[in-house]
């Protein structure tokens, strides 16, 4: 450890590279963004809804102000990364503001423990604390007053818009949910009712959302599970969590439902959290971005993440090299900070030496946040656009296949599963459905097998859904047996093993954004070919398919809905090899075969259009308005010709160049061009062709049809190859004019010589009827060449088909032998768990000494404990019997009567039963639920309660005597709880004081005889009680009475040494001395 010595923030050093500039097409994107937010449909062009895809941008900049935002910070929380691989320049944030945050949540008990956390907290520190206590609705926190006295920090009540500023602490008052946006408070009522509330849940998301990796969440002392979920969000941003010790807590049940999540940093006694606290934060690599570890040694840096990347692999067998390496350095530098180490290289080191770090760290990689029905909005869309038409439209004997990779612990697998429950219902129709929920961690299917969740997640479920879908047990939710049977959890590494296929959906949210595009150009082919036909991909908000967009289609483009697209023509065939290229052999010739097999229906209508909707006007498009009017004004006359110089397109007027051949038509530009410039037009364009490169003849004389001549260029370009096709040819003329004494001498040359030109065209004309009789031999040849290549081709292609085939029965084999070795996991895992909870029913029955007895509708014996011979006459043999058939100990009470009551209102009861030897037993009947919260009968439980009816009476009995004692005490005594508040007082106290004990319960002390108790001595010495358990005696205080009289009280205090409701008690004890000169 190293030492915790302060040290002045560094506030000229950058925290992270800053955002990139923003571009045009960023705005424009932004404003596209904007105008589909108001779109009331879903049902875009699909090449409108491709350049939305292709234009969206990862998020809007934001502005710094004052010196809040001093140091910029590059860690977008996962709500605005993005997956894209066109689109995700990998920007893991927005600018953070540079100061840490504190979210300190405390419940019962924790007064103590946020007074000793502050006691120890020195002034300095470049923490923002905020501090949220459960407190009774409208109650008024006096907490910042009993932290002033711990602490030099500044001690503030939170206000609505006041920024946090390092070194302060801030009180939430009850009743109100915190969020922070811009680094300032701001606050909501909360609507939730009492019990339901989970107040520090909602902090630390908030803290989360807006602090990233600078946020922190320490939990004291508290009774129940809030704040457990919102650790979650805190670690998914890279933020550290604190817990105080369970053993050490007033109330263990916050802190140990926090340690049971496995997300706690350091869990300490919270005299030592101060100390490792600003250790923390003061560590370099706290809250530091990647870029600036790069800045100072990137080789150094980038070489021993890839150690530690290896280690990982080698003690967990997976591979991290393809997740986003800036989300892995900022685990791996938290990490560094939290164990005190002064680099990467002796982390390096820890790691080799420490294989529970190692499971942390993985642990760390894997975090996953996640909820039930996370982004509401998209499941409404979810449901309506996916799930109803599924279930609306499928054939009954035909099941529902659905795969949730990436589910970490089942939520969002069972939020799919309520969706399609809740679409069966409303339709009436009842599909066999199969749900397969993968994850990589053994730990997290462990948990989603289980199905068990805190109270929390009312938070995230309607009411509704809670009580249909969900039964209460103690302190937790479990799915009922209807949602559970219909997802089946298996350890599954998406990037490796094969597959799921013939699949109507895969839900795959923010699993994508951990991953880099090479992993993510992998694993979107795999989705195309899991799914069947229509079927569909539902991804997270800051998700999108990318490069991919000619196999998916996108249902809603708000929510990332997509539906798979047949891969018809061939320029998606190529991409999509190419894309493809990282799977295994198998896998790549099954999906390319699955694509071949789409090439017929390449014109079919896409299974996501509707045919008859009129298609949306075309939009404008500015720069092919241009493009093409700078084409027709000022380009030059063109061609463009394919490989064996036929013409594909004429562009402007050729005919000065080019005439039409005579006989049948052609388009070969040699049979079109004009004799004087047809040898130096075939010399270069068969150089042109031949060496790749461009051509260019200059002043060429050309003829006019008036028989004046002009100078002509030609220039000819070979074009790149377009996605696989074939090499062009792009032929340009341009006309020079010639002088005109030029153009005389010319005419006399061509008069001077035409003897001479009609010997030489005679010559060449026989020459080109060689040559021509040469090329028609040579093109014969080829055409036959072609032909014995195409048979070849054929035969090729028959037997690569029948090899695809193969491979393709191979592929889908393997899949379903996957999926019935995760069906058979699965069916062992439920055997165990079933053996498992026979035996722990076994053992409970014959431990426990409560008589207990399990009634069936018919209220025939099913079970009993062995104590429940003492009071009824039964043998093992008795099974079955009806209840009324045996004889029993009790008296004055019908067993049946009261049973039969319990099945029909379903409302438990209570009540005292006897025994003829005069044992007093305590009668619960309850109806006897099955998970799925079906009755099948009553359970019966009898509790001794003898001897505490005795204990009880002999403490009536002393109670009565107190009584007496206190109401026979001539002097006024009060009790007060641990807020000075009135809980009691004796008939003396009210008479000497002239108070009505209706409106004096309940008010607190200070308040009392016009504020006359208000004394800064007396307050002292009553504020110091409780905490210290301190007394005092003899307190000399002058009082005004209700008679006019002043005379001197003499007050005694105490502590009484007994725990209740409203805390610790405090007995206060007056003796009223008459003044001097009084009577």
């Given amino acids: 450890m190293t030492s915790s010595k302060r040290r002045k923030p560094d506030h000229n050093k950058p925290d992270g590279d800053q955002s990139p500039a923003p571009t045009p097409e960023h705005d424009q994107a932004h404003d596209q ?66 100061l840490f945050v504190a979210g300190v949540g405390a419940s019962a008990g924790g007064v103590r423990a946020i007074e000793e956390f502050f006691s120890e907290m020195p002034q300095g520190s470049k923490i923002a604390f905020v501090i949220l206590q459960h407190m009774a609705p409208g109650h008024r926190s006096v907490l910042d007053a009993l932290i002033r006295r711990k602490t030099e920090i500044t001690v503030e009540e939170a206000q609505e818009k006041a920024r946090l500023q390092a070194d302060h602490v801030y009180v939430v008052q009850s009743g109100r949910d915190v969020d922070f946006r811009d680094g300032c408070f701001h606050f909501e009522a909360s609507g939730e009712e009492r019990g339901s509330r989970m107040p520090i849940d909602h902090l630390f998301r908030s803290l989360a959302a807006e602090f990233g990796d600078r946020a922190i969440a320490v939990i004291l002392s508290g009774a129940g599970s809030d704040g457990t979920l919102g650790l979650k969000e805190i670690k998914g941003e890279g933020g550290v969590v604190m817990v105080q010790d369970p053993d050490e807590a007033e109330y263990a049940s916050m802190p140990s439902s926090a340690v049971a999540t496995a997300l706690a940093d350091m869990v300490l006694p919270v005299r030592r959290m101060a100390e490792e606290l600003l250790r923390y934060v003061d560590h370099p690599a706290a809250g530091a ?16 993440v890839q150690r530690i990347i290896q280690i990982v692999r080698a003690k967990t067998g997976h591979n991290f090299v393809h997740y986003k390496q800036n989300t892995i350095r900022r685990r791996i530098q938290r990490r560094i900070a939290v164990h005190q180490l002064p680099d990467i290289e002796e982390y390096v080191k820890f790691l080799r030496q420490n294989p529970d770090e190692v499971q942390a760290l993985f642990r760390d990689l894997l975090i996953n946040v996640t909820s039930f029905f996370r982004d509401p909005e998209a499941w409404v869309a979810l449901q309506e656009d996916v799930v109803t038409p599924i279930v609306r439209d499928r054939d009954p004997e035909e099941p529902i296949r659905v795969w949730v990779p990436g589910c970490a612990t089942g ?21 066999p459905i199969k749900i397969f929920a993968t994850d990589i961690s053994p730990e997290g299917i462990d948990a989603a097998r289980d199905g068990c969740y805190p109270p929390n997640i009312a938070a995230d479920l309607t009411p509704a859904r809670l009580k249909e879908y969900f039964v209460k047990k103690e302190e937790q939710y479990r799915v009922v047996n209807r949602i559970r049977e219909m997802v089946v959890f298996a350890v599954h590494d998406l990037t490796r093993d094969p597959p799921f296929s013939q699949l109507d959906l895969i839900t795959c949210r923010n699993l994508l954004i951990y991953m880099d595009q090479d992993l993510q150009k992998t694993i979107l082919p795999v989705f195309h070919y899991s799914l069947a036909r229509g079927g569909c991909l539902f991804l997270g908000t800051s998700e999108g398919v990318g490069d991919f967009l000619q196999m998916y289609a996108p249902v809603d483009k708000r929510w990332k809905i997509y539906r798979v697209e047949p891969v018809s023509s061939e320029r998606h065939i190529e991409e999509f090899r190419q894309a493809i290229l990282g799977l295994e052999p198998p896998r790549l010739r099954r999906v390319i075969a699955m694509a071949d097999r789409e090439k017929p229906r390449e014109k079919e209508t896409r299974s ?6 009129p298609a949306p006007p075309a939009p ?54 004009r004799d004087s410039l047809l040898y130096r037009l075939t010399v270069a364009l068969r150089e042109a062709r031949s060496e790749g490169k461009p051509v260019r003849c200059e002043q060429i004389p050309v003829r006019r049809t008036d028989g004046r001549f002009f100078n002509a260029d030609l220039t000819i370009s070979p074009l790149e190859r377009q996605r696989g096709g074939p090499r062009l040819l792009l032929v340009t003329f341009e006309e020079h004019p010639g002088p005109d004494d030029e153009e005389a001498r010319q005419a006399d040359r061509d008069r001077e010589s035409d003897a001479r030109h009609q010997d030489l065209q005679d010559q060449l004309n026989s020459t080109r009827q060689d040559l021509q009789a040469t090329i028609e031999e ?164 009898f509790q001794n309660i003898s001897e505490v009816k005795r204990v009880q009476e002999r403490a009536r009995d002393a109670q009565r005597y107190a009584e007496s004692v206190i109401a026979t005490v001539r002097e006024p005594l009060v009790v007060l709880d641990d807020s000075l508040r009135v809980v009691s007082a ?94």
């Fill in 986 to 1079: 004796n008939n003396a106290f009210f008479r000497e004081f002239g108070l009505d004990p209706q409106r004096t319960s309940g008010k607190h002390v200070y308040e009392l005889d016009d504020r006359q108790w208000a004394g800064d001595q007396l307050r002292h010495l009553l504020e110091k009680i409780v905490p210290q358990n301190e007394e005092f005696n003899d307190f000399r205080v002058e009082h005004r009475f209700p008679d006019g009289q002043t005379k001197i009280m003499l007050l005694n205090a105490r502590r009484i040494q007994r725990q209740t409701e409203r805390g610790q008690l405090i007995l206060l004890a007056i003796e009223i001395v008459p003044k001097e000169g009084q009577e």
């Fill in 608 to 613: 996501g259009d509707r045919e008859d909707r």
């Fill in 620 to 673: 404008v498009d500015a720069r092919e308005v241009l493009r093409r009017t700078m084409m027709d004004r000022y380009a030059p006359p063109a061609v463009l010709l394919d490989h064996d110089f036929n013409v594909l397109y004429f562009h402007g007027e050729t005919d000065k160049f080019l005439r039409p051949p005579q006989g049948e038509p052609a388009f070969n530009l040699l049979a079109m061009a």
């Fill in 289 to 304: 971005t990647p870029a600036a570890e790069r800045e100072t040694n990137e080789r150094k840096f980038e070489k021993n």
């Fill in 411 to 431: 939520e969002e697998a069972y939020s799919v599963a309520i969706l399609f429950a809740e679409a069966m219902d409303r339709l009436e129709r009842q599909i």
């Fill in 778 to 941: 040579l093109e014969t040849s080829n055409e036959e060449l072609k032909s014995a290549n195409e048979e070849l081709q054929a035969n090729n292609e028959e037997l690569q088909s029948a090899n695809e085939e193969l491979e393709a029965s191979r592929e889908e084999l393997q899949s379903a032998n996957e999926e019935l070795e995760t069906v058979n996991t699965e069916l062992h895992r439920r055997n165990e768990a079933l053996t498992e909870a026979h035996d722990d029913i076994n053992n409970f029955f014959g431990a426990t000494d409560i008589a207990t007895l399990i009634l069936d509708t018919r209220l025939r014996i099913k079970r009993f404990t062995p104590a429940t011979k003492r009071i009824f006459n039964l043998i093992d043999a008795d099974h079955g019997r009806v209840i009324t058939d045996l004889t029993s100990q009790l008296i004055d009470v019908d067993l049946l009567d009261q049973a039969r009551d319990v099945i029909d209102t379903l409302d438990k009861k209570e009540l005292e039963v006897r025994t003829r030897d005069g044992g007093c037993y305590q009668l619960r009947i309850l109806p006897y639920r099955t998970a799925d919260n079906v009755i099948e009968g009553v359970v019966l439980t």
């Fill in 33 to 98: 963004a904007q105008q589909e937010a108001a779109d009331k449909g879903r049902s875009e062009a699909p090449d409108q809804a491709q350049d939305s895809e292709r234009q969206q941008v990862e998020g809007e900049d934001v502005q710094p102000t004052d010196e809040w935002l001093s140091q910029g910070r590059q860690d977008q929380s996962k709500s605005q990364e993005t997956s894209q691989p066109p689109e995700q320049a990998d920007q893991e944030a927005q600018p953070r503001p540079a």
